[in-house]
């Protein structure tokens, strides 16, 4: 197992010397404008996956796959005259998903946005589907129009009201 230090600094560098050969240019017309955007180099410095993207449509990102197939081994030997290691890495191109991920993020939020403002004109014309206050109200309670003392809340009943519960008799329910 090799230092991560050092499998970091080996990626840096493979990085390096694979855009700058990309940057000078492949003889195959197939390759695209491909960009490098990360490299990782295993633990035992054996083998390494460069993360590319490709500039163009579906037809030029598969194009471009295919040539840097085709200069793998051109670009590990590359790879092998400039790193100072025993062995040279095999080299493995990877298409990074990072723009069409960023797009799908995108989407997504402008959808949110689109919805909250949806949201935000119905509530703004919104009226209430019952009371304005839905919470229930102490009742007045008013013995003179018949009211039950059981039904009083208990805040509205007096000292007489409050003697009268105690007559009552056991078969008498009263609901508090």
């Keep these: 197992m090799a230092d991560p230090a050092r499998a970091r600094k080996m990626a840096d560098r493979i990085k390096e ?29 054996q083998h390494a ?21 085709a200069a793998t081994g051109m670009l590990r030997t590359e790879v092998g005259r400039n790193i100072t290691a025993r062995l040279t890495p095999s080299l493995e191109f990877i298409l990074d998903a990072i723009p069409e991920n960023a797009d799908h993020i995108a989407a997504l939020l402008r959808e949110a946005r689109a919805r909250d403002a949806e949201t935000e004109a119905a509530a703004s014309t919104a009226e209430y589907a019952g009371d304005a206050d839905p919470y229930v109200k102490s009742r007045e309670f008013d013995e003179d129009e018949g009211g039950d003392l059981a039904d009083a809340p208990a805040e509205d009943r007096t000292e007489d009201d409050v003697d009268d519960l105690d007559d009552l008799d056991e078969d008498d329910t009263v609901v508090l």
């Design 17 to 45: 010397i694979v855009a700058r050969r990309l940057d000078k240019g492949l003889r195959d017309p197939r390759l695209g404008f491909v960009t490098i955007t990360d490299v990782r180099v295993t633990g035992d410095l």
């Design 49 to 69: 996956s460069i993360f590319y993207t490709v500039y163009g449509t579906d037809e030029e990102r598969r194009d471009s796959a295919l040539a840097l197939k």
